[in-house]
Nanobody, 119 residues
Framework: VQLQASGGGLVQPGGSLRLSCVASGFALNYYAIGWFRQAPGKEREEVSCISLSDGSTAHAESVKGRYTISRDNAKNTMSLQMNSLKPEDTAVYYC?????????????WGQGTQVTVSS
C-alpha cells in the first residue's frame, strides 16, 4: 500500500509544473485526496484537496486560481497542475489520501517531491 509522487523539479517564476501521484494497493476513489507542502523551517500545510463526500475541491488562498487538483479513478492517480509559480511555492509536495482532507485525517502519504521555483 503506497502513494508514489512524481513531477517535481526546478522551474522559473511564472512557469508551470504538473505533479502526479499513483496509488497502489488500494483504490483512491474510496478516499478524500489532497496535496500538501512543507517549506524549510515551516509546518506542513494543505494546498489543495478533493472531498470524498461530494467531490468538491478546496485550495489554500495562496494558490487559488493557480493550482488545479484532479483525480483519475480509472488510473488510480491524482494530479496537481501548478501554474504561475512563485518562489514562495518552493517546498516538498506530498500527496495523501484519507477519510477527510486534513493533515490529521490523512491515512496514506506519498514520499514527497521537491518543487523549486527560482530564476
Amino acid at each position: 500500500v503506497q502513494l508514489q509522487a512524481s513531477g517535481g523539479g526546478l522551474v522559473q517564476p511564472g512557469g508551470s509544473l504538473r505533479l502526479s501521484c499513483v496509488a497502489s494497493g488500494f483504490a483512491l476513489n474510496y478516499y478524500a485526496i489532497g496535496w500538501f507542502r512543507q517549506a524549510p523551517g515551516k509546518e506542513r500545510e494543505e494546498v489543495s484537496c478533493i472531498s470524498l463526500s461530494d467531490g468538491s475541491t478546496a485550495h489554500a488562498e495562496s494558490v487559488k486560481g493557480r493550482y488545479t487538483i484532479s483525480r483519475d479513478n480509472a488510473k488510480n492517480t491524482m494530479s496537481l497542475q501548478m501554474n504561475s509559480l512563485k518562489p514562495e511555492d518552493t517546498a516538498v509536495y506530498y500527496c495523501a489520501a484519507g477519510r477527510s482532507p486534513t493533515i490529521a485525517t490523512m491515512t496514506f502519504w506519498g514520499q514527497g517531491t521537491q518543487v523549486t521555483v527560482s530564476s
